[in-house]
């Protein structure tokens, strides 16, 4: 059976219901808090998504596992960022316990897609099983003590 797409695994259709009650609760929040834990929680539960995304259109595996492991840190920033908002009062407990299972079942999955990448290591025989990356660019460091005065 091929893959259908990133948008049929479960834990991608789990982050988006992360992402709209992210976007809800930075929408209530105070003014003040636009550019600080508004602005944080949107962009970490964009970050959950896209590197999820960025990560199954990668071929080889370790590209792949660098990608969902940011998008694993991502989903505890937002898990995070719940916490805060529910400190400061702007979000109750109700709120963070379900943000905490929806978070603990969505890592749960995405270990076990970490886990199946790391399994099949795509694109090991092809290029190896180091980090596919250009050469590094070198510069000629500018010799202090040569006169640039004629």
Known sequence: MAERGFEHLEFYKASLQLLRAAYRLAAGLPDFERYNLADQM??????????IAEGYGRYHYLERLRFLYIARGSLNELHSAFIVAEQLTYCDAEQLEWVRTHRETIERQLNGYIRSVRNQQTGKA????TYLAESP???DA???DHETNP
């Open 126 to 129: 092809e290029y190896g099983d």
């Open 42 to 51: 949107r962009r970490a539960a964009t970050s959950i998504l896209l590197n």
């Open 137 to 139: 660019l070198t510069y």
């Open 142 to 144: 500018f010799d202090l």
